[in-house]
Every structure is written in C-alpha cells, then in structure tokens.
C-alpha cells in the first residue's frame, strides 16, 4: 500500500504529494512523537505512578478487585504502573497500532502479559461482555489525553464514552481532576502575533505610515492553539493585570460531557492596562484530595526550583477579539467558550447595578462564536510572522537596503508571499518607479492591503507563477531591482525560503542585464550546541519508573534512521535554550546575483569545540545579505557571554540536527573536533547533511 504525504518542494515553492512507502508515514508519526519527551517527564511519571498505587488501594480497601482501563496506553506505562500496584487486570487501550505492538512487546519484557491485554482500537470501538474486548466494566479509569489545551487531543469525548459505556459508576479516575487556569496580561510581544502594527517610513516627503487594512484590524484571527513554552518569556515581555484565576475544572471520576458550552469568572484587574492576552494553563490532580498535583504553572506562578522541563505539555496564549483598556478594581467578565476540542476567550465589563436575574441573562449573551480569520491575513500569515513583519529592527534593515538599491528609473519586481516590501519600496523610491508583484497565492490579501494604503493603482499585481510570466506583465520592460524577503508560506526548514532563488532563475529572462538583487545572497550557518532540554525529546530512556521501555527507544531509533539520511527538524529556539560548543560557521552561500547551478553544492569542514559539554546537535540558519554591509539573520542574534548562551531570532524556526552519538559526545575532554559534510541538492532543494564526532 502506498501514502501520500504533502511536502514542501523549495524548488517549486508550493505543497507537493509525494508517494511513500506505507511505512514511511508511520515512521514519520513514531521519529517526531513526543513518546520520548513523556517517558523523560520524571515529574509527570511519578505522579501518575502515586495517584495509580492510591486508586488501586481505594478500591482493594472496598474489598473490590481492581479492573483497570487505560485508554491511550502508548508504550504500556501507566498499566504496568497498575499493574504492580496489584491492580487485578488492566485492560490497555492504544489506537495507533505501531505503538500497541509496542506495548504488547513492553508489557511482555516487564513480565505482565497476564495481567495486561493490549487492545488496539480507538476506545469508542471497543466492547464489553462475555464475548467482548472487556469481560465487564472497569472500576479504574486510567488516561493520559491531554494536550496543552487540555481538551485538544479529544479527551472530553472519550471520557463521555467512557463513562457510558465502559466504567462502573463511581469508578475511580487517574488523574481525578483537571483545573484550567487564567492570568490576564498586556503584552506588546504577543500581542504583535495576532496584529499588524502600523510601520512608520522616513520617506523623501515626510514620514510615511502603512496601515493595516480594517479587515485586519477587526478580525478576530484563527482558533487553533496558540502553545508555546512560557517560561521562556521573560517577565519585562509582559505585565499581569490579573491574579491567576481558576476557570473551570473537569471532574473524571464523573459523567463527563462534551458538548460546547462555556464558563464565566469575575475578574478585577490589579493594574490597570490594556487587556489584549489570556495566558492559561492546567494543572491536574492525581487523586480527590489535591495531594498529588501535576501543574504546568509557569515560572512566576511557581518556584522555579520545582519546575519540571516538558514539551508534550506547554501553556497557551489567547488572543482577546479586541484589546480592552481597563482600569485597577474594575469587575470585569472572562469568558472561556469551548466546543469538544477547544477554547477561546472574550472579555465583559460588568455593568453597574447588575443584579443576580441580570446577571443571568448578561450570561446568555456573552456566548462568543469561535474566531474564524475573515481577513485571511491570519491564513496568509502564522502567528511568528505576524511577529516579524512587527519587528522594526528587522524592517528598518530592509528599509535601508531598499534605499541604497532603488533609483529614481527602477523597475522593481517583489517576489515573496504576502509581503509589505512592495509598499516599502513605494514609499522610499522616487515617483517614477514602477513597481510589480508577482504573485501566485494570496492574490485577494494583498490586494486588500494595498487598497487601505491606497496604493491599487501604483503597485501592480501579476497573478503568474514565476516561470510564466510574460513580457507583457511586465509592460515589455526589464526588471533592473528584484527583491523578496524571501518569505514563502510553505517554507519549513530554514533553507526552504531559497525558492526565491528558483523564482529569481525562472523570471532571469525578464531581468536587466544589470539587475540589482536583494536580497543579493545567502548563507547557511552552522553551530554546534548542548541543549539544556530539548535533547530530551530525541533521547533514549532505558527505564522508566523502574519498568524496561527499550523497545520504544529501539523504535524510535528505528524510524529516525528510517531514511538513509537523517533529517534536520524546524525548532524555534527562543523556546529551548542551548549553549554553544563551537564557533558560528559559515558553511554554504548561494548567489542571488546568479541563477541556481545545475551542479549541487557541497561542503566539507569540521569545527573545533571550544567549549566543555555535551554535542546535542547542530543548528543551521540562513543569513540574508540584503545590500553591501546590511544583513538579517534567521537564526543567531547574539551569543551573549563567555558561557556560550545563544539569542536567537524570535520570529523564525531554526534547523536542528539531533546527532545520534550524544552520549559518546558526553566523555568530551580535551581540544575535540566535529566533521561535517553538508550537500545543496540544487535538484530538489534540499540539504543533506552528516556529523562525525
Ligand atoms: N499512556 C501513555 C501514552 C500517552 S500518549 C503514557 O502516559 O505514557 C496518548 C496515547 O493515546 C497515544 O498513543 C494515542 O494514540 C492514544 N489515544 C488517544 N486517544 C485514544 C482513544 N480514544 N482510544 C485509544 N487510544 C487513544
């Protein structure tokens, strides 16, 4: 059987179905899991194992055998904890069927096939009775379903399924309950991932302002989850304008329902400020008392000495519909509305004199529909590119190569998506400039926005893809400055965006002979880096609570290795602090100023470890050189001390290569060196890559 599986092509620079083997999307599923990340999670492990031996012994202590369901086993973990904790029969439930083989196997190696039955189906297909998957109901309902939104990986219509079919009334539930928490902040920083800010130009003839279109202003963005690793924000991004607030708990030893609904807290603001953010998280308790609790509290609501690193659990930013200024005291409305899978949030100023019957039927109407993007910017653009084209840093950088490029007779083709560049350029060059687009995606956006600029009739778009652009579109004349950013939607690792060089060769025909590009070049650089915690999510585990979990790294290793080459993988590293062993390098460069060789381009080398750690891995980024002496980069920003702590571009993935020998790395003593050997398959667009240590 055959899968196809989208890609993106760089040479092309759209979305590709290619035809892979079956294995190939499975392989894929189990070398990006975060099964690894949950078996390192110490703190979560724990937890479930104290919550497990007590809801065991609750039900022992009633003179009752304990029949355990664990729903979404994974690798078997939770029901060997059962298991050994004298539960009398455990019935494991996994959907994916690589990882119930695995848990068959798991369970095997750690001596409980007798105790444990893998059943591997989702767990609204299973059955119970003689003749069943399940000989009757459990009494102990054991899940782990939950994604930083909680709800998200669909745990509230499993546990109605559950509970109406597969437990006993009154079961005992690990963990027994949820508790969804909310801080209200103003932040510029995040505020400006949902927004456009308006960009201030020095132009020629006085200060010019883009405007974001009203249709961007006004909308209310994309429901999916916004998750990010929190305490990585530092706290001078951000100021609270609430205490942390409780908004709604689950209680899972109970009938759990699904259906949309909402839950409304009263809030008064301890600072007054504009509210434009709903930081929230979860904890969950292991066992009814609230003894045993797993919290994903950030650092300033927790001590940072209890803080347990993890992926597969992070905390989420809300974007408000609107930004409200309100006042300290205040009382104000959060509302939290949530269907099956997931949550947003509006804010309502409580009215004054409000009585308790108006008080309800303010609640019928605070009902708030789940946002849907109707400017199609937020489709267009992801949160961390909002965050860059918010970025004045970088835009005053474009602004000045701009500048030094445009003349007053240029011919100016812009070819990126969804890119202000072309109004930059307005703005700065002089009247007669002539200034063309090409675009073959997002054609209405920008046409939207050039309109609120009122710039229509001065931009023009050619709706082409690059090699079809005729002279025509061009008005039968060259093109003497081509820019891009380059930004391209489709673009995942760092070199992806080298499509505008694709797109520059394609249009070649069309350009002067003296044809300024910008950017003029590129460069990929390279450093190697000890993590502080991300090399946990490619780790190995060996054991787990006391429980052999080899066969899941063995897997793992499997499918990692599955290609000939390993893979690099996108990470935004302000999220993973790393240090760097080495010295930043450049290790390929890619001229604009010419057309992509038919030859690949290859480099060898190796770098020198300057630094005592261990060789997590290798970060790759690209650098734009826009104009002589004027570059961005995409991945470092600075490496700040002689430690070697990296800053790293807010707004952009960085490639990570994971190598597979970290723990020979880790005995590194004196002067030791890295070999590379790095390949541009200018055919495919791709980079290869291998390490030896
Ligand atoms: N229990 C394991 C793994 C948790 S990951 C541990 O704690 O380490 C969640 C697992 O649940 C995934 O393997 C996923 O495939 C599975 N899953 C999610 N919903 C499910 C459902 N309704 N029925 C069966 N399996 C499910």
Not at 314 to 343: H, K
Not at 409 to 430: E, F, N, R, T, W
Not at 507 to 520: F, G
Not at 641 to 659: I, L, S, T
Request: net charge negative.
């Amino acid at each position: 059987m055959k899968t196809f599986c989208g890609r993106a092509n760089p040479t092309t620079g759209s979305m590709e179905w290619l035809e892979e083997g079956e294995d190939y999307d499975y392989h894929q599923e189990i070398a990006r899991s975060r099964y690894a990340d949950m078996l390192h999670d110490k703190d979560r492990n724990m937890k479930y194992y104290q919550g497990i031996r007590a809801a065991v012994s609750r039900v022992k202590e009633r003179g009752e055998k304990a029949i355990v369901l664990d729903i979404g086993t994974g690798t078997g973990l939770l029901s060997m904890m059962a298991a050994s904790a004298g539960a009398d029969f455990c019935y494991a439930i996994e959907v994916f069927k690589p990882m119930a083989n695995a848990a068959v196997k798991i369970v095997e190696k750690n001596g409980f096939s007798d105790k444990i039955k893998v059943i591997n189906k989702h767990s609204t297909e299973v059955t119970v009775g003689p003749e069943g998957d399940m000989e009757c109901r459990a009494n102990i309902l054991v899940t782990e379903l939950f994604d930083t939104e909680l709800i998200g990986e669909g745990a509230l219509p499993t546990y109605e399924h559950a509970h109406k079919y597969l437990v006993q009334e009154g079961c005992e539930a690990v963990p027994h309950r949820a508790t969804v928490y909310v801080q209200l902040v103003e932040s510029r920083r995040m505020w400006s991932w949902k927004k456009l800010f308006p960009v201030h130009v020095e132009a020629e003839d006085g200060e010019k302002i883009l405007v974001p279109p009203s249709e961007v202003e006004n909308c209310p963005g994309v429901p999916s989850v916004c998750d990010i690793q929190l305490n990585q924000m530092p706290s001078s991004d951000f100021t609270t304008l609430s205490d942390v607030v409780t908004m709604f708990s689950v209680d899972f030893s109970k009938p759990v329902q699904s259906a949309s609904t909402y839950y409304r807290v009263q809030l008064e603001p301890v600072k007054s400020g504009k509210a434009q953010i709903v930081l929230s998280w979860w904890d969950i308790d292991m066992d009814p008392s609230g003894m045993i609790n797993c919290t994903m509290a950030p650092y300033w609501v927790k001590p940072t000495s209890a803080l347990q690193w993890r992926d597969h659990w992070m905390q989420c930013v809300y974007f408000l519909p609107r930004e409200e200024p309100v006042l300290q005291g205040e009382q104000l409305y959060l509302t939290a509305c949530r269907d099956e899978y997931s949550v947003w949030y509006s804010l309502q100023r409580a009215r004054e004199g409000e009585n308790k019957a108006e008080e309800e039927e303010h609640k019928a109407d605070v009902h708030v529909e789940s946002p849907v993007c109707r400017c199609r910017a937020h489709l267009l653009w992801n949160r961390p590119r909002f965050g860059e084209l918010n970025d004045q840093n970088r835009t005053r950088q474009y602004i000045k190569s701009l500048r030094k490029v445009l003349k007053t007779d240029s011919v100016c083709l812009c070819i990126s998506d969804g890119s202000l560049l072309p109004v930059l350029a307005h703005y700065l060059g002089a009247k007669q400039v002539q200034y063309f687009v090409l675009f073959f995606r997002f054609l209405h956006f920008s046409l939207v926005f050039f309109k609120a600029n009122h710039l229509e009739d001065k931009i023009k778009i050619i709706e082409a893809r690059p090699e079809l652009l005729k002279p025509s579109h061009l008005e039968d004349k060259k093109v003497s400055v081509l820019v891009g950013e380059p930004f391209f939607t489709t673009s995942l690792l760092p070199w992806h965006n080298l499509y505008f060089w694709y797109a520059r060769t394609a249009v070649s025909a069309h350009l002067a002979s003296n044809v300024t590009v910008l950017p003029q070049s590129a460069s990929l650089h390279m450093m190697i880096v000890e993590f502080q915690d991300l090399w946990r999510i490619r780790s190995p585990c060996g054991t787990c609570e006391g429980f052999d979990v080899q066969v899941m790294d063995d897997m793992i290793k499997d499918s990692l290795n599955f290609r000939e080459s390993k893979e690099a993988e996108p990470h935004p590293l302000w999220e993973y602090p790393c240090k760097s062993l080495s010295d930043p390098q450049e290790v390929l460069t890619f001229d604009f100023t010419k057309t992509v060789p038919q030859h690949c381009l290859s480099t060898e080398g190796s770098v020198n470890l300057l630094r005592k750690g261990k060789s997590h891995g290798a970060v790759l980024w690209m650098e734009y050189h826009l104009a002589p002496a004027i570059s961005v980069s995409t991945g470092l920003m600075q490496m700040s001390n002689e430690e070697g702590n990296c800053e790293w571009n807010p707004h952009c993935k960085q490639a990570v290569y994971f190598f597979s020998s970290v723990i020979e790395s880790e005995i590194l003593s004196d002067p030791t060196a890295v070999t590379y050997a790095i390949n541009f398959d200018t055919k495919t667009g791709e980079i290869a890559m291998d390490f030896k240590l």
